[in-house]
């Protein structure tokens, strides 16, 4: 019997640990490189993740197929009740395999063991599968809240917890 590869493995879910954080950093680079550059406010996150999503009550989901990192997402606590799903990132080799609904889906329970009462995104209309994703969660097109927070961010969800 011989064993699995990695690509055979399953996929488990965890939340933060600190060996993921250079996970959690390539990761993103990864895509945000791929369709858009890294801006100043993803390089805050991405260098201290702890400090920036985890210190002020959120969390970071990533998935794990074998011994590699292979997607993740964060929930950012926005205040008055309210989560970011952000960050939300699978490697090119695992897309297509359901592990981005699952991360997103880990954010949107998070949040609701919360108490929050709303998850927000920020998006952009290039990333036409990722926004098909969100809006078969019930995620809703608002209109953005203030200033968009990315040069290319041109799309706002959110959707309503009960």
């Not at 989901?61 to 009740?81: K, L, N, S």
């Not at 209109?143 to 309503?160: H, I």
């Amino acid at each position: 019997m011989s064993a699995a590869r990695p690509a055979d493995a399953p996929v488990v879910l965890l939340p933060y640990r600190p060996e993921f954080a250079e996970d959690f950093a390539r990761l993103n680079r990864e895509w945000l490189e791929h369709y858009f550059t890294v801006e100043p406010r993803d390089e805050e996150y991405l260098r201290d993740p702890a400090g920036r999503i985890l210190a002020p009550g959120g969390e970071i989901f990533f998935a794990v197929q074998g011994a590699r990192v292979v997607g993740t997402c964060a929930a950012i606590p926005e205040g008055d009740g309210q989560f970011e799903l952000a960050k939300l990132c699978v490697t090119p080799s695992a897309q297509g395999a359901g592990i981005g609904r699952a991360l997103a889906g880990a954010v949107v329970a998070f949040a609701r063991t919360q108490g929050a009462r709303c998850v927000s995104l920020v998006s952009s209309s290039r990333l036409t599968p990722a926004i098909r994703l969100y809006e078969s969660m019930g995620f809703r097109h608002r209109p953005f809240k203030g200033e968009r927070p990315y040069v290319d961010a041109d799309v706002y969800m959110e959707l309503d917890l009960p």
